[in-house]
């Protein structure tokens, strides 16, 4: 693995420090401020100590490699968790009302509620298990690089993921929002309804996120086309199952009601944007 920065590693110190001077910003009306403004320092120095590890030279400790490899995966958790906890402190609003409005206004009813017709306990069974494995399908494209050692494809797929997450945060932030289920649960005529893993799976995905400010735009839409068009570098048979996969995912934010199509919109532009803005600022600053 190469030695020194990574542009990886000057994307997490950009939004670490950005969102910690917003802390300190508000300081009074952030809880646990002090703890997480220290949790910042010591994120941003693990980072610059692992990019200039002198080991790096010869032969790092097999650790300092597996984080330098994998560490924008629990950092990107981080970042997720805090954020829900900023926009709690420090928006104290969500704009539900106004993306199921312009839901409304674009298909002339609401996407959800529509859906009721095609919604069978096998087919909601089968989409939330699809949504669940969200983040194992993504981290594939990853885990099949580094398997392969094809550590520069690796180092640009770990940015541009962290890219796309780190943006959605900034989105969530800017829009809250929590999501149809909860708005227009009492249009709603049928409760959604699976098979054996459904209410395991939603309660699980219910703890991991319970604020739900995190919908606008979809990370779920924007992560998975990022994939997908990476799975391309590895083989036109996975390229095809994430095809695939990519339907269904899309389809199953709207149909298990937590996203408005507006949301979808947003994530699927904003993972073209990034798929054509990502390669310049990778190589930017770079030697030729």
Known sequence: MAPGWWRVDLLFLAYLSASGLLIVVFWNRVP??????????????????????????AKAPATLWLFRCWYPLPYVTACYKEMSGLIAALRGLDLDAELARLDFALWGVHP????????????????????????????????????????????????????????????????????????????????????????????????????????FPSGHTEMIILAWWNSRRISANLFRVFSVYMVCMVFSTVYLRYHYTVDVFAGAVLALGLLGVAPCLYRAGKRP
Request: proline share 6%; with cysteine; glycine share 6%.
């Open 32 to 57: 646990g401020a002090w703890w997480l403004v220290s949790l910042h320092l010591l994120g941003m120095l693990l980072v610059v100590l692992a990019a200039k590890w002198p080991a790096w030279r």
């Open 112 to 215: 959800t509620v529509w859906l009721e017709r095609f919604q069978t306990p096998a087919l909601t069974e089968f989409l939330q298990i699809v949504y669940t494995l969200f983040l194992p399908m993504i981290l594939l494209v990853a885990a099949w690089l580094w398997g392969q050692q094809r550590w520069e494809e690796f180092r640009y797929y770990a940015f541009l993921l962290a890219l796309g997450f780190l943006v959605s945060y900034v989105g969530y932030f800017l829009v809250p929002v929590r999501g149809p289920r909860l708005l227009l649960d009492p249009q709603q005529s049928l409760p959604l309804e699976g098979l054996w893993l459904f209410q395991f799976f939603r309660n699980m995905l219910d703890r991991l996120a319970p604020a739900h400010y995190d919908c």
